[in-house]
């Protein structure tokens, strides 16, 4: 598997079971191909059992290559994927300035909408989609595959649910990622097309604050953003962090930056640390630095002693399944909608209100 890179990072499943839909019955197409993470949204779907229909990009390279890897899509326009009534949900990683409006086309026309973070950038889009969902019934998802797609994130969130953390009172995030910055197009380094760093990688872990906590609400007590080492762009920030506190009393710092050096072997060393009153977790995401390149390592600490677990290729992403099913059945068992819009709000909240660091 490619982890140099996270905007083409696609986890496949060692673990798929069975599909959760029969052949035909949940078609899914794909609109805007701007970030490659619209692969790993595409790959889960399909190991769930969800049919790909057809794509659609401006950029007939784009579609060309996206074609290549998945040869059983289609090529159609945009108004033919909108007006198609056989396809449930279109999938878009289109450039996350258009995110929203996008969005808000899909569900008007009647379908389910899963797209790539960040999935709108200003508190008018949060309102604007809360309001199309209640009118349409439709579901707008959104890609927080820092927290669906890694096994030991979700191995840690069944500790939590199964109650060996006890309550948990405090967590601690490190999202380091690689730049490369002579591979990403020119909207990136845009935080009015991009959102800024703690709207763009930051609402993953506030998402996963919120899973890990079970808040209903948190309030942004402290954040802050620097532009460190890209002064070729700078209206880029390169570096951010927050400190939030949920309804439920905990805590959470975040950091996020762009600094990965090159000798590490994947595109970021993601830490998730999570202290409960009965014990404590560590998830090491994607390697153990100088150890191993395997990711997924949880370590668990509890009134027994120390326990190391290797949960890559032991659980799969049961994210995308459930989501079909939450399609289908009219359920919230893979994700709550209020729940995907509280994160993008705080993500946008803590970019707002963040202090700019003068170096």
Same mark, same amino acid.
């Given at each position: 598997?490619?982890?140099?890179?996270?905007? =083409?990072?696609?986890?496949?499943?060692?673990?798929?079971?069975? %599909?959760?839909?029969? %052949?035909?019955?949940?078609?899914?197409? &794909?609109?805007?191909?701007?970030?490659?993470?619209?692969?790993?949204?595409?790959?889960?779907?399909?190991?769930?059992? !969800?049919?790909?229909?057809?794509?659609?990009? %401006?950029?007939?390279?784009?579609?060309?290559?996206?074609?290549?890897?998945?040869?059983?899509?289609?090529? !159609?326009?945009?108004?033919?994927?909108?007006?198609?009534?056989?396809?449930?949900?279109?999938?878009? *990683?289109?450039? $996350?300035?258009?995110?929203?409006?996008?969005?808000?086309?899909?569900?008007?026309?009647?379908?389910?909408?899963?797209?790539?973070?960040?999935?709108?950038?200003?508190?008018?889009?949060?309102?604007?989609?809360?309001?199309?969902?209640?009118?349409?019934?439709?579901?707008?998802?959104?890609?927080?595959?820092?927290?669906?797609?890694?096994?030991?994130?979700?191995?840690?969130?069944?500790?939590?649910?199964?109650?060996?953390?006890?309550?948990?009172?405090?967590?601690?995030?490190?999202?380091?990622?690689?730049?490369?910055?002579?591979?990403? $197009?020119?909207?990136?380094?845009? $935080?009015?097309?991009?959102?800024?760093?703690?709207?763009?990688?930051?609402?993953?872990?506030?998402?996963?604050?919120?899973?890990?906590?079970?808040?209903?609400?948190?309030?942004?007590?402290?954040?802050?953003?620097?532009?460190?080492?890209?002064?070729?762009? %700078?209206?880029?920030?390169?570096?951010?962090?927050?400190?939030?506190?949920?309804?439920?009393?905990?805590?959470?710092?975040?950091?996020?930056?762009?600094? =990965? $050096?090159?000798?590490?072997?994947?595109?970021?060393?993601?830490?998730?640390?999570?202290?409960?009153?009965?014990?404590?977790?560590? &998830?090491?995401?994607?390697?153990?630095?100088? /150890?191993?390149?395997?990711?997924?390592?949880?370590?668990?600490?509890?009134?027994?002693?120390?326990?190391?677990? *290797? *949960?890559?290729?032991?659980?799969?992403?049961?994210?995308?399944? *459930?989501?079909? /099913?939450?399609?289908?059945?009219?359920?919230?068992?893979?994700?709550?909608?209020?729940?995907?819009?509280?994160?993008?709000?705080?993500?946008?909240?803590?970019?707002?209100?963040?202090?700019?660091? =003068?170096?």
């Amino acid at each position: 598997m490619q982890k140099m890179d996270g905007m =083409t990072y696609a986890p496949q499943s060692l673990n798929v079971g069975e %599909p959760v839909v029969s %052949p035909g019955q949940f078609i899914f197409s &794909v609109i805007g191909l701007d970030h490659g993470h619209v692969y790993a949204m595409t790959v889960g779907l399909l190991e769930a059992g !969800a049919e790909l229909s057809q794509v659609y990009d %401006p950029d007939l390279d784009k579609v060309a290559a996206f074609i290549e890897r998945f040869p059983q899509t289609t090529t !159609a326009s945009k108004e033919q994927i909108l007006n198609d009534p056989s396809i449930s949900l279109i999938v878009s *990683a289109i450039i $996350p300035s258009e995110r929203a409006a996008l969005g808000l086309q899909v569900l008007q026309a009647g379908k389910h909408y899963f797209c790539d973070k960040p999935g709108m950038l200003t508190l008018a889009d949060v309102q604007s989609i809360r309001e199309a969902v209640a009118q349409s019934g439709k579901r707008y998802f959104i890609y927080y595959g820092e927290r669906i797609h890694v096994e030991g994130v979700i191995h840690a969130q069944r500790l939590v649910e199964e109650g060996v953390l006890g309550k948990v009172i405090s967590m601690t995030i490190l999202a380091p990622h690689r730049l490369n910055k002579d591979s990403r $197009p020119s909207w990136f380094f845009d $935080p009015a097309q991009n959102g800024g760093i703690l709207i763009d990688i930051g609402s993953h872990q506030l998402e996963q604050f919120l899973t890990f906590t079970g808040a209903k609400s948190a309030t942004v007590l402290q954040s802050a953003v620097a532009n460190y080492h890209t002064s070729d762009h %700078p209206d880029f920030k390169d570096y951010g962090h927050a400190l939030l506190v949920s309804d439920t009393g905990a805590t959470c710092f975040f950091r996020v930056d762009w600094f =990965t $050096p090159d000798g590490l072997g994947a595109w970021g060393d993601g830490r998730l640390f999570i202290v409960g009153t009965k014990a404590s977790v560590e &998830v090491r995401k994607y390697l153990d630095v100088a /150890r191993s390149n395997e990711g997924d390592q949880v370590y668990l600490v509890d009134n027994e002693g120390e326990h190391h677990i *290797a *949960a890559h290729g032991t659980i799969g992403f049961p994210f995308f399944g *459930a989501m079909i /099913r939450d399609c289908i059945d009219h359920t919230e068992e893979a994700i709550g909608q209020e729940h995907t819009l509280l994160a993008m709000e705080l993500a946008i909240k803590a970019q707002e209100q963040a202090t700019i660091l =003068t170096p």
